[in-house]
């Protein structure tokens, strides 16, 4: 089989809202009138990102899911999404099987793949990813007031717990592993829970690089400060707080949005969450005074060894 042959068999599929998909110089979209459109695009590098032995069809879901998630945190509605491969071999099972994850996934989410490239290289995989939104209405880092009220959904620390384990620096029992094993090779976009959140949330992003680092980044764009309680952030309570706060506040892979609403939309938000079927948590206030302060249960503050994840540090 070559590369024709290979693209022909596994990523021509039907495109259902682009007028024109793979197998052209160009795929051909159709914007929404009334809509703005979101771009955004992320690399995956075999041992840097993931295992380069880990399971074809988890990859091809978190190839797309880590780019699907940051539609979802701009509050916009996923399209479209290309994509760059750069394969050692053609492995048809390997292929077949990273394609079963990959539309699997687009098909559940209503985007299209309209085209990508593929090249023979180190495993290397790239989505960049088109998404609408209703003109003005994207849900920016920089839009958190003081007094507004910091909420985290689903549960974190649960994908660098796995990621402890399977590097050899913790033991998790079989079932908490399995739990979490699923959290960072399956995650969970939650594109519903960001559309709802249009015109209620200040300021959101998503939580890929860990909690703390990535809340830090909506503090600077919006100039302002911010008080968490770290015992209130959300985790499995199979996970124990004073092993594993590190990994709940800081660790990543999370895929979970943070986002800050006024207190007077708090209802709004809880109603916003049980539309989508995904938990929320109020975790702490934005301050006028810039930094992040984590407090503990007691009021005590917490200093962690690392914020999040910066890839030359
Ligand atoms: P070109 O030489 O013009 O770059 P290619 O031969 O690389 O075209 O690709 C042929 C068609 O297949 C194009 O429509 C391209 O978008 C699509 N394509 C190539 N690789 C992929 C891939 N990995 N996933 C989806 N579509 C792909
Ligand atoms: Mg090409």
Redesign the pocket.
């Known amino acids: 089989m070559n590369?024709?042959a290979m693209?022909?068999r596994?990523?021509?599929r039907p495109a259902r809202r682009a007028r024109l998909?793979?197998?052209?110089?160009?795929?051909v979209l159709v914007p929404t009138p009334g809509t703005e459109l979101l771009v955004s695009t992320d690399l995956l590098v075999a041992g840097r990102h993931f295992f380069a032995d880990v399971d074809p069809a988890a990859l091809g879901h978190k190839t797309l899911a880590v780019n699907l998630s940051d539609i979802a945190a701009m509050g916009g509605e996923p399209v479209w999404a290309?994509?760059?491969?750069a394969l050692p071999t053609l492995d048809e099972a390997w292929i077949a099987a990273f394609c079963d994850g990959l539309f699997a996934l687009a098909e559940r989410t209503g985007v299209d793949?309209?085209?990508?490239?593929?090249?023979c290289g180190p495993l290397t995989l790239s989505v960049t990813i088109g998404g609408e939104v209703p003109a003005g209405q994207a849900i920016r880092r920089d839009g958190a007031r003081p007094g507004d009220e910091i909420w985290v959904s689903g549960q974190l620390g649960l994908a660098a717990a796995a990621l402890a384990h399977l590097s050899g620096e913790a033991r998790l029992s079989a079932p908490l592993l399995a739990e979490c094993r699923k959290r960072l090779e399956w995650p969970e976009p939650r594109i519903g829970l960001g559309m709802a959140l249009r015109g209620i949330a200040s300021a959101m992003l998503d939580i890929s690089d860990g909690f703390a680092g990535d809340l830090g980044h909506i503090l600077e764009r919006s100039a302002v400060g911010a008080t968490v309680d770290i015992d209130a952030l959300p985790t499995d309570n199979r996970l124990e707080r004073a092993i594993w706060r590190d990994a709940i506040a800081a660790g990543g892979d999370d895929y979970e949005l943070c986002f800050t609403a006024p207190p007077a939309q708090a209802a709004a938000v809880r109603a916003a969450a049980a539309r989508a079927g995904v938990d929320v948590t109020r975790v702490g206030v934005i301050d006028a005074a810039p930094g992040l302060r984590l407090l503990d249960a007691q009021q005590r503050p917490v200093h962690l060894k690392r914020n999040g994840f910066d890839h030359f540090a």
Request: no cysteine.
């Open positions: 590369e024709f693209i022909r596994y990523f021509t998909g793979v197998g052209d110089d160009a795929a290309v994509l760059g491969a793949i309209v085209g990508g490239d593929t090249t």
